[in-house]
C-alpha cells in the first residue's frame, strides 16, 4: 500500500499517493536535470573570468536558472500527482506560491522517503533521543548548574609564597 501525503492548495485537500518504484525513479531523474545544472554553475564558478563580462555571465546564469525554477518545480509538482494535475488550472489561479512549494516538500518525502527510513534507524545506530551526559563541569539534570551543595564544598587554601 503506497504512502499518502495530504496537502491544502487553494482551500482545498488532495490526498498525494506516493509513486511505484519506477515512477518515483523516472520522477527523481526530471528533478536531477535542472538541480545538477544548478550545482555544476556553483561549484564551476571559479571557471568563470572575473572581469565585466564574466560577471555579466554569471549573472545571466544564475538568473536562467533561478527564474525558471519556481515553474519547474510546480511542473514537477503536477507530473507527480494525476490529482493535482487534474485540477491544475484552478490550483495554479487560486493557490500561493508558498503553498505549491509546501506541497512540493510533501512529494520529495515521497519520492525521497530516507526521513521515515532514518527515524526507524535511529534507535538502532544509536541515535535517537540523545541521552543527556552530565560530568563535574557540565549542569545535572536536576539543573543546578552542576555545582555541589554548599555542604560538600572545599574551602580553597593560600599557600604561602615561597
Known amino acids: 500500500m503506497p504512502r499518502t501525503a495530504n496537502v491544502t492548495l487553494a482551500g482545498k485537500e488532495y490526498v498525494i499517493a506516493e509513486l511505484s518504484s ?35 555571465a554569471l549573472i545571466q546564469r544564475i538568473q536562467t536558472l533561478f527564474l525558471g525554477s519556481a515553474d519547474l518545480l510546480v511542473g514537477l509538482l503536477f507530473d507527480y500527482s494525476v490529482e493535482l494535475a487534474a485540477d491544475r488550472e484552478r490550483i495554479q489561479d487560486a493557490s500561493y506560491d508558498s503553498e505549491i512549494m509546501q506541497a512540493f516538500l510533501e512529494v520529495l518525502t515521497l519520492a525521497y522517503p530516507f526521513g521515515s527510513l532514518m527515524q526507524k534507524l535511529a534507535p538502532l545506530l544509536g541515535s535517537g533521543s540523545p541521552k543527556r551526559r552530565t560530568g563535574p563541569s557540565s549542569p545535572s539534570p536536576s539543573g543546578d548548574g552542576g555545582t555541589t551543595s554548599s555542604t560538600t564544598k572545599r574551602k580553597r587554601h593560600s599557600s604561602p609564597a615561597t
Not at 518515483?24 to 554553475?41: I, K, Q, S, T, V
Open 22 to 56: 519506477r515512477l518515483n525513479a523516472e520522477w527523481r531523474a526530471n528533478l536531477a536535470g535542472p538541480f545538477a545544472d544548478l550545482a555544476a554553475l556553483l561549484t564551476g564558478w571559479q571557471d568563470i573570468e572575473i572581469n565585466i563580462g564574466g560577471v555579466g
